[in-house]
C-alpha cells in the first residue's frame, strides 16, 4: 500500500502517491537548479508551475482522485526533459524511457492586454486568427461604421466574456505555442530583453534597418492576405452567429423568470389583473405550477441555445457535465408531459355544452303602440357598449361580491301568430361534462325589463367567480305578433348582426324605423324611396322558393324557374325559356 501526500501546486491542491510526488519534486529542484542564473528565474518557475498544475488538472476527474507516476511522467513529456536544461541527468539514468504522443498545440482566445490599445480583443483575435492586428481594427473600425454603431456592443461583449491572457501559459497558448518550459523561459526573457530594449531604443533613436528587417518578417504577399481576410470574415460571421444565440437565449430566459415571478408569484399575493387569469382557469390549476412547467418547458431550450453561443464565442468554455445536460432533459421531458395533462384537463373543461331556456310573456300597458327596443348597460362594470362574444373580465357587484362579466348577448326577433309577445331567454354555457355545463348555464345573470312600451335588455350578462369562464352566452328571442309596430334603438345594431340561421327579422340598417310585423318579415313605414320598403324571407331549402328583394326564384328537381325586373326565365333538361322585352326563346335539346 503506498501512502500518499497532499501538495499545493500554484494554488491547487492535488493528491499524489508518494512515489509519483518524489519524483515530480527531484523534476523541479532540477529545474530551480536550470535556472539558477536566468534573469526572471522566479516568473520562469512560478508560470512552470502553474502549468504543470493545470496539466494535473486536465486529468484529474474528482477532488479524491490520485496522481500516480504515469501522469507525472505525461506531464514531464508535455513540459520537457530537464536534461535539455542542464539537469541531473542522474535523477532519471534509471527511469525507462516512456514515449508519449505529442498533441499538436491549440489555440484559445485571450485578450492581448500586452497590445492592447483598448481591452486587447482585437489583438487577441489577431494571434486566434493568425493575422495581423492592425486588420483587425481596421475591419472592426469598418463594420461598426457599416452597423451604425452595433459592432460598439458586441466588442463590448467580448471583453466582458474572453478572459485576459494573464499568465505566460495564457500567452502561449494565445498564439498556439506550446506551453513547455522552453517557451515559458524563452517568454519570459523575451519580455525582459524588450523592455531593455525599449530603454535602449528610447536612448539611441530608432534602429532603422533593425525595423525594416521586423517589416520585411511580418509582411505577406497580396492574395495570402486576401485569404486570411475572408477566413477572418468567415470566423467573425461564425462568432457573430454566436453573439445572435446568447442574446436570443438570455433575454428570454430573463422575460421567463420575470414571468414567474409577475404570473405565478403574484398569484399568491392576488397582484390586480391575475384574477383574469384565475377566471380562465376552468380546471382550476394552481397557476403558478403552470408558470414554472412554462419556464421549465421553454427555458431549457433557450438554456441550450445561450450555451451553444457561448461555446462558439468562447473555445475554452468549460462544459456543464453529462449530469446537469441529463438532469436537465429529464426536467424538460416532465414539464412536456405536465403542460399536456394540464392542456387536456383544460379542453376538456370546454367539451360539453347545455342549455336553459326562459320564456316569459311581456305585457305592455298598450300592446296597439309602438314596441320600444333598447339596449342597457351597466357603467359601473365596463363603459364599453357592444358585444363582443370571446371577452370577459371581473367586475364586483354593490355587496363587494367578485362575479365574471362578458358582453356575449344575441339578440333575435321573430314573428308569431300569437297575440301576446314574448320573450325567450336560452342560457348556454361549456364545462367537461353535461350536467356541470347545466349548472353552469343556470347560474348565470342576466336581466330585462318592461316600461310601459319600451323593452329594456341587458348588454351584459354576470355569473359568480366560482363558476369560472365556461363561453356562457345569452340568447334573447323577442317574438312578436303579426301586425306589432316596433322600433329598434340604435344601441341594439351590434347585438343582432345575425345570419340567415337565425332567421331574424330585424336586420343591420332597420334600426330608427319603425317596423310593422308581417307574416314573412317586416314593413317599414317611415323609409325614404331609396330605402327598403318591404323585406320578405320566405327562403325553404326544402320547397326550392326563394323570395327577396332580387325577385322569385322556384327550384325543384331538375326545373328551375327565376322571376326578376329582367324577365322570366326557366329551364330543365331538355328545354329553356326566356321572356323578356326582346321577346320569347324557347331552346329545345331534341332540335
Known amino acids: 500500500m503506498n501512502k500518499t501526500v497532499n501538495i499545493n501546486l500554484a494554488g491547487i491542491f492535488f493528491h499524489i502517491d508518494e512515489d509519483a510526488y518524489l519524483k515530480l519534486q527531484r523534476y523541479l529542484e532540477a529545474i530551480k537548479r536550470s535556472f539558477t542564473d536566468s534573469q526572471g528565474r522566479s516568473e520562469i518557475i512560478a508560470d512552470i508551475e502553474a502549468r504543470i498544475a493545470e496539466l494535473f488538472n486536465e486529468r484529474v476527474q474528482n477532488e479524491k482522485q490520485v496522481i500516480r ?87 463590448v461583449l467580448f471583453w466582458v466574456l474572453v478572459p485576459e491572457a494573464v499568465s505566460t501559459a495564457d500567452k502561449l497558448t494565445m498564439t498556439g505555442e506550446p506551453v513547455n518550459i522552453s517557451n515559458i523561459e524563452k517568454k519570459i526573457k523575451d519580455g525582459f530583453e524588450n523592455v531593455s530594449q525599449t530603454v535602449s531604443d528610447t536612448v539611441k533613436n530608432i534602429d532603422l534597418p533593425k525595423q525594416g528587417n521586423r517589416i520585411k518578417s511580418s509582411s505577406k504577399t497580396f492574395f495570402d492576405t486576401i485569404g486570411d481576410i475572408i477566413m477572418f470574415c ?40 391575475i384574477e383574469f387569469i384565475n377566471a380562465a382557469n376552468a380546471a382550476n390549476t394552481p397557476v403558478w405550477l403552470v408558470s414554472m412547467l412554462l419556464l421549465f418547458a421553454i427555458g431549457i431550450p433557450f438554456f441550450f441555445i445561450f450555451y451553444l453561443g457561448l461555446k462558439i464565442l468562447i473555445n475554452n468554455l468549460k462544459s456543464i457535465g453529462n449530469i446537469a445536460k441529463f438532469s436537465l432533459l429529464g426536467l424538460w421531458l416532465m414539464s412536456m408531459i405536465g403542460l399536456f395533462v394540464i392542456g387536456i384537463k383544460q379542453a376538456s373543461e370546454h367539451a360539453f355544452d347545455a342549455s336553459v331556456t326562459e320564456n316569459t310573456e311581456l305585457l305592455m300597458l298598450n300592446p296597439s303602440d309602438t314596441l320600444t327596443i333598447r339596449m342597457q348597460g351597466n357603467s359601473s362594470y365596463s363603459k364599453h357598449f357592444g358585444r363582443r362574444s370571446s371577452l370577459f373580465k371581473t367586475v364586483y357587484d354593490d355587496n363587494d361580491n367578485k362575479l365574471i362579466y362578458n358582453t356575449d348577448v344575441r339578440l333575435i326577433v321573430r314573428s308569431t301568430k300569437d297575440s301576446v309577445a314574448s320573450l325567450s331567454i336560452e342560457k348556454n354555457a361549456h364545462a367537461s361534462d353535461y350536467q356541470k355545463a347545466k349548472s353552469r348555464a343556470q347560474n348565470i345573470n342576466y336581466d330585462f325589463m318592461v316600461n310601459g312600451n319600451e323593452l329594456l335588455l341587458d348588454a351584459y350578462l354576470t ?16 317574438y312578436l305578433p303579426e301586425g306589432t309596430v316596433f322600433y329598434a334603438d340604435q344601441n341594439t345594431y351590434s347585438f343582432h348582426r345575425n345570419s340567415s340561421y337565425y332567421r331574424d327579422i330585424l336586420e343591420n340598417g332597420m334600426e330608427e324605423h319603425y317596423l310593422k310585423v308581417t307574416h314573412d318579415g317586416v314593413v317599414c313605414l317611415n323609409c325614404e324611396d331609396d330605402e327598403f320598403k318591404v323585406r ?56
Open 69 to 155: 507516476i504515469k501522469e507525472v511522467d505525461e506531464v514531464i513529456s508535455i513540459m520537457g526533459q530537464p536534461e535539455d536544461y542542464l539537469v541531473d541527468d542522474e535523477i532519471f539514468e534509471d527511469e525507462p524511457k516512456t514515449q508519449y504522443r505529442r498533441t499538436s498545440p491549440s489555440k484559445k482566445l485571450f485578450r492581448d492586454t500586452d497590445n492592447s490599445y483598448i481591452g486587447g480583443v482585437a489583438s487577441g483575435l489577431g494571434h486566434y486568427l493568425g493575422i495581423d492586428a492592425i486588420w483587425v481594427r481596421l475591419l472592426w473600425i469598418l463594420l461598426t461604421l457599416g452597423s451604425g454603431g452595433t459592432f460598439v456592443l458586441i466588442y
Open 234 to 273: 468567415l470566423k467573425v460571421f461564425a462568432k457573430f452567429i454566436g453573439i445572435i444565440l446568447i442574446i436570443i437565449g438570455a433575454s428570454t430566459l430573463i422575460g421567463l423568470i420575470i414571468a414567474l415571478f409577475t404570473v405565478g408569484i403574484a398569484d399568491s399575493v392576488n397582484v390586480p389583473g
Open 463 to 478: 355569473t359568480e367567480f366560482r363558476n369560472k369562464y365556461g363561453e356562457q352566452q345569452i340568447e334573447a328571442t323577442l
Open 536 to 591: 320578405v324571407d320566405v327562403n325553404d331549402e326544402h320547397s326550392g322558393l326563394k323570395i327577396d328583394e332580387d325577385g322569385v326564384k322556384i327550384k325543384k328537381d331538375s326545373v328551375e324557374i327565376e322571376i326578376n325586373d329582367q324577365g322570366i326565365r326557366a329551364k330543365d333538361v331538355d328545354v329553356k325559356v326566356r321572356i323578356d322585352d326582346n321577346g320569347v326563346e324557347i331552346i329545345s335539346d331534341d332540335n
